[in-house]
């Protein structure tokens, strides 16, 4: 059979270890943007700001800072599809079950199922931010000329 041009063999370890990779950057940055935008409301990191439904908000200064830290980790996990999936087809899938993951470590550490509307709409606005911006930094690697002279050029 002849070679094809980007063609993959199934490669779960690959999968599962890129999931693992996409997660723990995804916590990592957000710990990350907690802790600057903390310094602006004189808070610290905790993992109710991570994990909690009801910290996300307009009326409070730390709900507005979660908030705005969730939409700055969206853009910086696009960094990360691109550094570690490179795939524009496969952006939404990492970035849905990174968001996934999330919904079920909320779910379990408030024993309770997301029930607000400003989280809903803050994961809804991060997944299609992450999703958006990966693809489109994606392809336009994917998108770049492959150059068909590989002979070094000579001057003669």
Known sequence: MAAQFRSYVWDPALIVAQMV????GYYSSLGLWLALLGTLGRTGPSLHQVFSDEILGF???????????????????????LYFIRRGKQCLDFTVTVHFFHLLGCWIYNSHFPSTLTW????????????????????RIELREIPLNSAPKSNV
């Open 21 to 24: 990779l996409l997660q723990a």
């Open 120 to 139: 809903w709409l803050v994961h809804i606005v991060c997944t299609a931010l992450m999703t958006a911006i990966g693809e489109y930094l994606c392809m």
């Open 59 to 81: 009326s409070t200064p730390p709900g507005r800072l979660s908030m705005m830290a969730f939409i700055l980790n969206a853009l910086t996990c696009a960094l990360g599809l």
